[in-house]
Nanobody
């Protein structure tokens, strides 16, 4: 399985929003994780399209949502009310894969 391609990262002020896209997503279960400078990879969410459920890390607290465009095989992570501590490289990965790819940089300024 080749790594998926994340896009949509960038620089945003605290309180702002960003949409990340995970392209070439053809599986029903997708994981999102992030890695801040000097820290290990951290779980963000698991989206299960078959169940129609999303499992969230506690720090999200209702700020993020996930959706899927099945026709285009794209999964979206919509991030709202961003905080400086959300600054990290964000990754997506289908269940069963071991390759996180290159990720997308998200930087939140105060």
């Amino acid at each position: 399985q080749a790594p998926l391609v994340e896009s949509g990262g960038g620089l945003v002020q605290a309180g702002g929003s960003l949409r990340l896209s995970c392209a070439d997503s053809s599986t029903d279960v997708m994981d999102w994780a992030r890695q801040a400078p000097g820290k290990g990879r951290e779980f963000v969410a698991r989206f299960n399209a078959t169940e129609g459920m999303t499992y969230w890390a506690e720090f999200v607290k209702g700020r993020f949502t996930i959706s899927r465009d099945s026709a285009k095989n794209i999964v979206y992570l919509d991030m709202n009310n961003l905080k400086p501590e959300d600054t990290a490289v964000y990754y997506c990965k289908p269940l069963g894969s071991t390759d996180w790819g290159q990720g997308a940089q998200v930087t939140v300024s105060s």
